[in-house]
């Protein structure tokens, strides 16, 4: 019966002795973000699924894909500007924990993508006829990181975040700010 009691003594004491182990290299992660673009959450927003993948030190490659949505307006007439990107970058730990409980990454990726403006239809119900095309556009993308381990496997993202695009009629500087939650697995 001892010999019971002290294995189960052992199992205990390991089980608590065991700190979990982030960040680990090449471990993986899928994150889902959601963001404002502008004031108006509801009606000019981004989404976002990135895959991770870690490296050294708490840095990651990024891998991710983008819709965003707004609209401008023109008299009574709400003009939707959708932009679909793809992104490919490197996010580097500037600070964090010895835990790495929380941590604040900033990364710097290549974006490229096509934008459409009023669904690719150039003349209003007015008669109006807008003069901007839909474009390919490319540029660059910086985001600042806020991360969090709830868990093991789950982490709460706060980013900001902003992307400068070539190629395109519209705005060429583009902030955003969000919110996101990553599996690592």
Not at 99 to 118: C, D, H, M, S, W
């Amino acid at each position: 019966m001892i010999k019971y009691i002290f294995a189960v003594v052992l199992v205990l004491w390991s089980i608590t002795a065991v700190k979990a182990q982030r960040m680990l290299p090449k471990q993986k992660g899928l994150e889902v973000n959601a963001g404002m673009l502008s004031k108006e959450v509801s009606e000019n927003y981004y989404l976002n699924l990135t895959l991770t993948v870690n490296g050294k030190n708490g840095n990651y490659w990024i891998w991710g894909a983008e819709y965003a949505h707004q609209f401008s307006g023109y008299r009574d007439v709400q003009i939707p500007l959708e932009t679909y990107t793809g992104e490919v970058g490197y996010s580097l730990q500037l600070l964090g924990d010895t835990r790495k409980t929380i941590t604040l990454n900033a990364g710097l990726t290549a974006v490229a993508g096509y934008e459409t403006i009023n669904r690719s239809e150039a003349v209003l119900p007015d008669g109006s006829t807008i003069l901007d095309k839909d474009n390919f556009v490319y540029g660059t993308g910086g985001r600042l990181t806020l991360e969090t381990y709830l868990s093991d496997r789950f982490v709460l993202l706060l980013q900001g975040r902003t992307k400068v695009l070539w190629g395109t009629d519209l705005k060429q500087f583009r902030p955003s700010a969000g919110i996101g939650l990553r599996f690592n697995f």
